[in-house]
């Protein structure tokens, strides 16, 4: 059973820059949840997709966007870096169904500066 | 207020003692309740995933949930220095459509040699 995965691991930015990253969900998966962790943090959910629509999101504006394919991958854009989105951006794919819960990847570690 | 209350530790404790981790919360609709062990430079890794109230048991690991109190544990039995890590409990209620999930802090534990 292959993991999630997420690449890359880390990337520094520039302020107002824009940034792309990637998730392969768990084998069988078909949900996948994108959540942000500041160093000494929890977890804040960004947003879910689901059969490649967005069906649920946190309180993130909407220069947080995303792409979830045909074959369950996904992808994090953010536009218009700022400072405060230097952090860890996990992908987290999941099973449809409020019983099914979370298996995250590693993370990207993102640098704004 | 925030939804979910955890003491941020750092928590040390000698190998082999009985370490207990806990989380306050104030959402009366939860009813997942999910323990997340998270290593440096690491995404969380699911232990124990519960549903409403009562006790569950895995290896050293036991969660119990009590939603009278709105509060939940973790207990870590016959500690070892593998077990230093963040601990990050996590909970999410069981309708809206989506898999919103929210989590504490982390408590950072460190088991002595």
């Known amino acids: 059973e292959t993991g999630v995965t997420q690449s890359p691991t880390h990337l520094i930015k520039t302020r107002g820059q824009q940034v792309t990253l990637r998730c392969s969900s768990q084998?069988?998966?078909?949900?996948v949840s994108w959540y942000q962790q500041a160093l000494g943090q929890g977890p804040q959910f960004i947003f879910q997709y689901y059969r490649e629509e967005e069906n649920g999101r946190g309180n993130f504006p909407p220069r947080f966007s995303g792409l979830q394919f045909p074959n369950y991958s996904s992808e994090l854009n953010v536009n218009a870096l700022e400072l405060d989105d230097s952090a860890l951006y996990l992908c987290?794919?999941?099973?449809?169904?409020?019983?099914?819960?979370?298996?995250f990847g590693n993370g990207t570690r993102l640098t704004v500066t | 207020q925030k939804e979910v209350e955890q003491d941020p530790g750092p928590l040390s404790v000698p190998e082999g003692a009985i370490v207990s981790l806990n989380c306050t919360y104030s959402n009366s609709a939860f009813q997942y309740f999910m323990w997340y062990r998270q290593y440096s430079r690491k995404g969380p890794e699911l232990l124990m995933y519960t549903y409403s109230s009562g006790n569950k048991e895995d290896g050293r690991f036991t969660a119990q949930v009590d939603k009278s109190s709105k509060y939940i544990s973790l207990f870590i039995r016959d500690s070892q220095p593998s077990d230093s890590a963040t601990y990050l409990c996590a909970m999410r209620p069981a309708s809206g459509g989506y898999q919103k999930v929210t989590f504490g802090t982390g408590t950072k534990l460190q088991v002595i040699p």
């Open positions: 987290a794919s999941s099973l449809e169904g409020q019983s099914s819960p979370l298996h």
């Open positions: 084998s069988g998966h078909n949900t």
